[in-house]
C-alpha cells in the first residue's frame, strides 16, 4: 500500500524486565522503501510486584499463569492508553510483543505473557500478539523477528547488532537475510552484580576495574552453543542451565567476573563479523549505554560501529515490532524462514479485531 502512512503503538518486554518499552511510531512506503518516524517513545519501569509476577511466571501453575497472561494483558492496554492521553493521534494498531514465558522452539513451545484479547478490550484497538508461534509451528525458532526490519527500515547497515537481555545480529548473505542470538548481555551483567545490591554495572565501570579470569573465560567459550550453525536461538532456559553454571562455580571477585563476562561478550560478538570493504554495524539496545563494552566492541571489531539517536538506540525492537504488525495487517512476510529456519517465511502473529 504504497504511499500510505499508518501509525502504529510497538510493545516490547525484555528479558532484563527493565520495564515495558512504549513507541508510537509513522511507516510510509514511497517507491519501494519504507520511511518511518518515531512520534512518541518511553521506557514505564515496572514495580517490584509485576517484576516478581513475570520473574515467577515460568514456574507457575497452569490456572494461575492464565489468570497473569489475562492481568499483564489488562496492564499493557492500561499503559496504552495512558501513553497515547495525549496525542490526538489514533494509531491504526497495536503489536505487542508480550513478555517471554517459555522459549523452547526444539520442543515446538513459546509463550509470551499478555492476552491480546484483554489488550484490544482495553484499548478499542486492533491488536496482533503472538508473532511466534506460527514460525515455530513450520519448524523455525520462533526468533529473531526483528531482522525483517533490519532489512527494510535499515538498509544502509552491513550487520545490524542488538545488545538487550541477549545480543543478536542480523545480516544479508547470498542465500538471503540471516540473524540469530550470539550470547547473553545484560541479563548477565545484573546476574552478576545482584549480590551486591546492585541492578546492573553501570558504564561497565566495575567490569573495566577486574581483570581477565582465564579459567572462567575458558568455561563460558567452551559452551556448546557457540559451536551450533544458525538459525538459533537462546532462552533463559538456557542461561539457567549453562552460563551460570560457569559463574556460579568460579572463585573469581564480581569485578574479575564482569571484566571476563565482557571480554566473552566482546570475542562472541566480534568473531561473528567479517573484515573486507569498509562497511557500518548499527548497535542498539541498553548495551550501548555501558561505556566499557562499547570500547571493546570499538578495539576487537573489524568494522564502524554506529550508535544511532538515543529513540533508535533505545526503542527500536519496540519500533520494528510496531512494523511488524504493519505488515501484518497486510498480510505480508514479517517473519524469514532464511532467519528461522522454517520450511517457508510466513505473515506471523494473530490478529484481534477491536469490534
Same mark, same amino acid.
Given at each position: 500500500?504504497?504511499?500510505?502512512?499508518?501509525?502504529?503503538?510497538?510493545?516490547?518486554?525484555?528479558?532484563?524486565?527493565?520495564?515495558? !518499552?512504549?513507541?508510537?511510531?509513522?511507516?510510509?512506503? @514511497?517507491?519501494? &522503501?519504507?520511511?518511518?518516524?518515531?512520534?512518541?517513545?518511553?521506557?514505564?519501569?515496572?514495580? %517490584?510486584?509485576?517484576?516478581?509476577?513475570?520473574? %515467577?511466571?515460568?514456574?507457575?501453575?497452569?490456572?494461575?499463569?492464565?489468570?497473569?497472561?489475562?492481568?499483564?494483558?489488562?496492564?499493557?492496554?492500561?499503559?496504552?492508553?495512558?501513553?497515547?492521553?495525549?496525542?490526538?493521534?489514533?494509531?491504526?494498531?497495536?503489536?505487542?510483543?508480550?513478555?517471554?514465558?517459555?522459549?523452547?522452539?526444539?520442543?515446538?513451545?513459546?509463550?509470551?505473557?499478555?492476552?491480546?484479547?484483554?489488550?484490544? %478490550?482495553?484499548?478499542?484497538?486492533?491488536?496482533?500478539?503472538?508473532?511466534?508461534?506460527?514460525?515455530?509451528?513450520?519448524?523455525?525458532? +520462533?526468533?529473531?523477528?526483528?531482522?525483517?526490519?533490519?532489512?527494510?527500515?535499515?538498509?544502509?547497515?552491513?550487520?545490524?547488532? =542488538?545488545?538487550?537481555?541477549?545480543?543478536?545480529?542480523?545480516?544479508?548473505?547470498? *542465500?538471503?537475510?540471516?540473524?540469530?542470538?550470539?550470547?547473553?548481555? =545484560?541479563?548477565?551483567?545484573?546476574?552478576?552484580?545482584?549480590?551486591?545490591?546492585?541492578?546492573?554495572?553501570?558504564?561497565?565501570?566495575?567490569?573495566?576495574?577486574?581483570?581477565?579470569?582465564?579459567?572462567?573465560?575458558?568455561?563460558?567459550?567452551?559452551?556448546?552453543?557457540?559451536?551450533?550453525?544458525?538459525?538459533?536461538?537462546?532462552?533463559?532456559?538456557?542461561?539457567?542451565? *549453562?552460563?551460570?553454571?560457569?559463574?556460579?562455580?568460579?572463585?573469581?571477585? @564480581?569485578?574479575?567476573?564482569?571484566?571476563?563476562?565482557?571480554?566473552?561478550?566482546?570475542?562472541?560478538?566480534? &568473531?561473528?563479523?567479517?573484515?573486507?570493504?569498509?562497511?557500518?554495524?548499527?548497535? @542498539?539496545?541498553?548495551?550501548? *549505554?555501558?561505556?566499557?563494552?562499547?570500547?571493546?566492541? =570499538?578495539?576487537?571489531?573489524?568494522?564502524?560501529?554506529?550508535?544511532? !539517536?538515543?529513540?533508535?538506540?533505545?526503542?527500536?525492537? %519496540?519500533?520494528?515490532?510496531?512494523?511488524?504488525?504493519?505488515?501484518?495487517?497486510?498480510?505480508?512476510?514479517?517473519?524469514?524462514?532464511?532467519?528461522? +529456519?522454517? &520450511?517457508?517465511?510466513?505473515?506471523? +502473529?494473530?490478529?484481534?479485531?477491536? =469490534?
Amino acid at each position: 500500500m504504497e504511499n500510505k502512512k499508518t501509525y502504529a503503538v510497538g510493545l516490547m518486554s525484555g528479558t532484563s524486565l527493565d520495564g515495558l !518499552d512504549l513507541v508510537l511510531a509513522s511507516f510510509q512506503e @514511497t517507491n519501494g &522503501r519504507w520511511h518511518f518516524s518515531i512520534l512518541k517513545a518511553e521506557t514505564r519501569p515496572y514495580s %517490584a510486584a509485576w517484576k516478581q509476577d513475570l520473574t %515467577a511466571a515460568p514456574k507457575l501453575p497452569g490456572e494461575t499463569l492464565i489468570a497473569l497472561h489475562k492481568s499483564y494483558g489488562k496492564y499493557l492496554g492500561e499503559q496504552v492508553n495512558d501513553f497515547l492521553k495525549d496525542t490526538d493521534l489514533r494509531p491504526s494498531l497495536v503489536a505487542s510483543h508480550g513478555h517471554t514465558v517459555f522459549h523452547q522452539p526444539v520442543a515446538g513451545m513459546v509463550f509470551q505473557l499478555g492476552d491480546g484479547n484483554v489488550l484490544a %478490550a482495553e484499548t478499542g484497538l486492533p491488536v496482533i500478539f503472538d508473532f511466534r508461534s506460527l514460525d515455530v509451528a513450520l519448524g523455525g525458532q +520462533g526468533a529473531p523477528l526483528v531482522p525483517v526490519g533490519d532489512r527494510l527500515l535499515f538498509p544502509e547497515y552491513a550487520y545490524c547488532l =542488538n545488545l538487550g537481555g541477549f545480543a543478536n545480529i542480523s545480516y544479508e548473505t547470498d *542465500h538471503g537475510r540471516i540473524a540469530f542470538d550470539l550470547c547473553p548481555v =545484560n541479563l548477565v551483567q545484573s546476574y552478576v552484580v545482584r549480590p551486591t545490591g546492585k541492578e546492573y554495572d553501570k558504564d561497565g565501570e566495575n567490569g573495566r576495574k577486574g581483570s581477565v579470569d582465564p579459567v572462567l573465560l575458558k568455561c563460558l567459550d567452551s559452551l556448546d552453543y557457540y559451536r551450533l550453525p544458525p538459525p538459533k536461538s537462546l532462552g533463559r532456559e538456557w542461561l539457567e542451565s *549453562h552460563f551460570y553454571p560457569c559463574l556460579d562455580r568460579s572463585s573469581a571477585s @564480581t569485578d574479575d567476573k564482569l571484566r571476563t563476562v565482557y571480554e566473552h561478550i566482546s570475542t562472541q560478538i566480534c &568473531r561473528t563479523i567479517q573484515p573486507g570493504q569498509p562497511s557500518k554495524m548499527l548497535v @542498539t539496545g541498553g548495551g550501548t *549505554h555501558n561505556i566499557f563494552l562499547m570500547k571493546l566492541l =570499538n578495539n576487537k571489531c573489524p568494522i564502524e560501529i554506529v550508535i544511532p !539517536d538515543e529513540k533508535i538506540a533505545d526503542y527500536k525492537e %519496540a519500533l520494528i515490532f510496531a512494523f511488524l504488525g504493519v505488515l501484518r495487517m497486510e498480510n505480508r512476510i514479517n517473519c524469514l524462514a532464511s532467519v528461522t +529456519g522454517a &520450511r517457508k517465511d510466513s505473515s506471523s +502473529g494473530l490478529v484481534v479485531s477491536a =469490534n
